[in-house]
């Protein structure tokens, strides 16, 4: 129980140094420091800051899976349940800040350590198998969605619409005037986002 206490510290402050700084900036010491641990322990459980930062995208990944739980969309008529996936996904940005900071390491590193993780992919392919494929499919047969929908391109376009208010907070607000760090800001683009995408999956 100790041990995965102390490791759950390490990925703790290893996660909000990262957030705070990218990969390249997130400082051992700094983690060791705030873990309430030495450097030399931190190394004990990962090698490498390569091997830690792997290893808080494992966490990112379970917090995820908020995405795949099914049966929330099954029991949703299926443009409510695109509206689900939208705020689910909102949230998860509000929820988790570091979100933001990963997908930009990530895109910086061309998905150099998404690419290894061995719980971000097949979440994500859960995702669009067992959640967005089965609520366009209804939505198809009952005639609300449009035929023939991609469920890869319809995610993407949901996730970057949603991860592009977070990632550009600091920009927006000043060419829009709109605060995308408050939450009555936040709401405001995830409205539109929601309009924008079921007004785009109509027949």
């Known amino acids: 129980m ?4 102390t490791i759950d510290r390490i990925l703790n402050a290893a996660s909000a140094e990262i957030a705070q700084r990218g990969i390249d900036g997130a400082r051992i010491e700094k983690i060791a420091q ?3 641990v030495t450097k030399q322990l931190v190394y004990h459980y990962f ?8 290893a808080v995208l494992e966490t990112v ?3 995820m899976e908020i995405l795949s739980e099914v049966e929330d969309y099954r029991n949703h008529p299926p443009r409510e349940a695109i509206s689900l996936v939208i705020e689910t996904l909102f949230q998860g940005f509000i929820n988790h800040p570091e ?9 910086l590193h061309e998905g150099e350590h998404i690419s290894v993780a061995s719980l971000y ?14 609520i366009l499919a209804r939505g198809e047969q009952e005639g609300v969605f449009k035929a023939g929908l991609d469920p890869h391109v319809v995610f993407w ?11 550009n907070e600091k920009i927006m607000p000043e060419i829009s005037g709109i605060d995308f760090t408050s939450l009555q800001g936040i709401e405001a683009w995830r409205a539109m986002v929601t309009t924008f995408v079921l007004d785009a999956l109509r027949p």
């Open 61 to 63: 990944s379970k917090n």
């Open 99 to 107: 979100y933001r900071t990963f997908a930009l390491d990530q895109a």
């Open 47 to 54: 090698k490498t800051k390569d091997d830690l930062y792997k």
């Open 2 to 5: 100790k041990k995965t206490a």
């Open 121 to 134: 992919l097949p979440t994500m392919r859960i995702v669009l198998s067992e959640v967005i494929a089965p």
């Open 157 to 167: 376009m949901i996730f970057n619409l949603t991860a592009g208010c977070f990632l």
């Open 34 to 36: 705030d873990a309430g």
